[in-house]
């Protein structure tokens, strides 16, 4: 499945105006294919911006993107340049769309479509060549058929659909990860760290991993961080209980 995930990536990069909407899990690394196409593509050498539409209020994400003349609103002492045309000739990636409200979905459509939008307060178009990858961690078909999510929008953003699976349904790719974090993090605080014994790599395979890569990097930091040891036996990592490993789970299931 990742795999399939890095071929489209690699296809899809070719394509320089195409929009990619990458559907996965918070913490499986969609940050990390959009940045990818980015750099596989031929905007690599211009701005990659992103944002979280869900970090920001609703009412000053409009701002954000698109910018604002000055006198838009009352804290509007200056004109301000959106992301959106910081972005102009490279990579613009909506994390969290669906967070997104329905008049700005509405504005994002009109890019889409025309590549043209107005600042906050503004009347003058302005033009952008730019493109869109965007991200979700919801059911986007589903928040179109309850009216929560523009369909006009949700098949213009998802002409090409990339799934990054969750990383309990690719388990061999645990350990790999678990060495790479170990020995990043054993350089990065200088702790003698070097190998993973078989019972804690039948422990980290076994878990369920909710949070997914962002939750195995961290459990590394913390605990390359905290522990002492050459080598990391089960009593250093200290996995939450809700996601404990069945009982006979081994390597390689």
């Not at 490279?90 to 997104?100: A, N, S």
């Not at 395979?205 to 890569?213: D, S, V």
């Not at 961290?218 to 605990?223: A, K, Y």
Request: aromatic share 8%; with cysteine; hydrophobic share 40%.
């Amino acid at each position: 499945s990742m795999q399939e995930a890095y071929t489209i990536a690699e296809q899809v990069s070719r394509g320089d105006n195409t929009t990619v909407l990458i559907e996965g899990e918070s913490g499986t690394g969609k940050e990390y294919f959009a940045n990818l196409i980015h750099r596989m593509s031929a905007r690599h050498d211009k701005p990659f911006v992103e944002i979280n539409c869900a970090a920001i209020p609703r009412e000053l994400l409009e701002s954000e993107l698109f910018g604002h003349e000055k006198g838009a609103f009352t804290d509007a002492r200056t004109q301000k340049m959106g992301l959106m045309e910081l972005a102009n000739n490279g990579t613009l990636f909506l994390d969290e769309i669906g967070e997104m409200s329905p008049m700005l979905q509405v504005k994002l459509l009109r890019v889409l479509e025309r590549r043209t939008f107005k600042r906050v307060g503004g009347t003058k178009d302005i033009t952008v060549n730019v493109r869109i990858i965007s991200a979700t961690n919801q059911d986007l078909e589903r928040m179109v058929r309850e009216g929560g999510f523009r369909e006009d929008l949700y098949y213009r953003l998802k002409v090409v659909p990339l799934w990054v699976p969750p990383l309990r349904d690719r388990r061999d790719d645990i350990l790999p990860l678990a060495r790479l974090f170990m020995d990043r993090f054993a350089r990065q605080f200088k702790k003698p760290f070097r190998d993973i014994s078989t019972a804690a790599e039948q422990l980290l395979c076994g878990y369920a991993w909710p949070g997914n890569i962002r939750e195995l990097r961290n459990l590394f930091e913390r605990t390359v961080l905290l522990e002492t040891g050459e080598v990391l036996e089960p009593q250093h990592l200290k996995l939450a209980p809700r996601a404990r490993p069945n009982a006979g789970a081994t390597l390689g299931q």
